[in-house]
């Protein structure tokens, strides 16, 4: 069955520090990849996506994510977490036309 | 940049009466989806449309629901009896082909009362 994991439930980082948010999917042929960012009360915003070609993509506001066949995961980086950065962020599969199959979420909570 | 738009923001209602929400999607988009989020839990499919009919329905999307792209702009998602567990922010999105990715809509919070 196609799934999304997503283990960390809530994050807590200081301002400045790295951060990587873990996911790692179930799907039968090569899917494709992104990630989603909930600021609280607004929609979904796309970071980032993998479609095809390099496996380290970059996304917006400074966001990377890396995609390792091997391991069945697409963990999102960040080298330096800025307040505005705490939201929940969701990784995403799908096919090429249909259904996206969703994350749990991981909400981060950034530190001053 | 253009964008997915939903109206109203916020709609509250009463259990059983029928509800439609609106969305106008990116206009050179072919694809277009509604999903819902219940508070607290995650963004769960509800259905796909394509060339001016469903694509792909999840088990959530019973006979209460039903989708329409009735101008060409705009799509609709009705919940013709409401009940409380309706009650969830829904997501509009839409994409341009298959090799796109989706964009959604700011949402539309539906309280169920």
């Known amino acids: 069955a196609q799934s999304v994991t997503q283990p960390d439930i809530h994050i807590t980082v200081s301002e400045g520090a790295s951060l990587e948010l873990r996911c790692n999917y179930s799907y039968g042929a090569t899917p494709y990849l992104f990630w989603y960012v909930q600021s609280p009360g607004q929609g979904l915003q796309l970071l980032l996506k993998y479609f095809s070609g390099d496996t380290l993509v970059q996304g917006i506001k400074g966001f990377e994510a890396e995609f390792k066949r091997s391991q069945s995961s697409f963990n999102l980086r960040k080298p330096s977490v800025h307040w505005s950065d705490a939201a929940e962020y969701f990784c995403a599969v799908g096919p090429r036309a249909y259904k996206y199959i969703f994350g749990t979420g991981t909400r981060l909570k950034v530190l001053a | 940049e253009p964008e997915v738009t939903q109206t109203p923001s916020h709609q509250v209602t009463q259990m059983g009466q029928e509800v439609i929400l609106r969305c106008v999607p990116i206009s050179n988009h072919l694809y277009f989806y509604w999903y819902r989020q219940i508070l607290g839990q995650k963004v769960e499919f509800l259905v796909s449309?394509?060339?001016?009919?469903?694509?792909?329905k999840s088990e959530i999307f019973d006979d209460q629901f039903s989708v329409e792209r009735p101008d060409g702009s705009n799509f609709t998602l009705k919940i013709r009896s409401t009940k409380l567990e309706d009650s969830a922010m829904y997501f509009c999105?839409?994409?341009?082909?298959?090799?796109?990715?989706?964009?959604f809509g700011q949402g539309t919070r539906l309280t169920v009362v």
């Open positions: 999105a839409s994409k341009q082909g298959l090799n796109t990715e989706a964009f």
């Open positions: 449309f394509y060339n001016n009919e469903i694509s792909e």
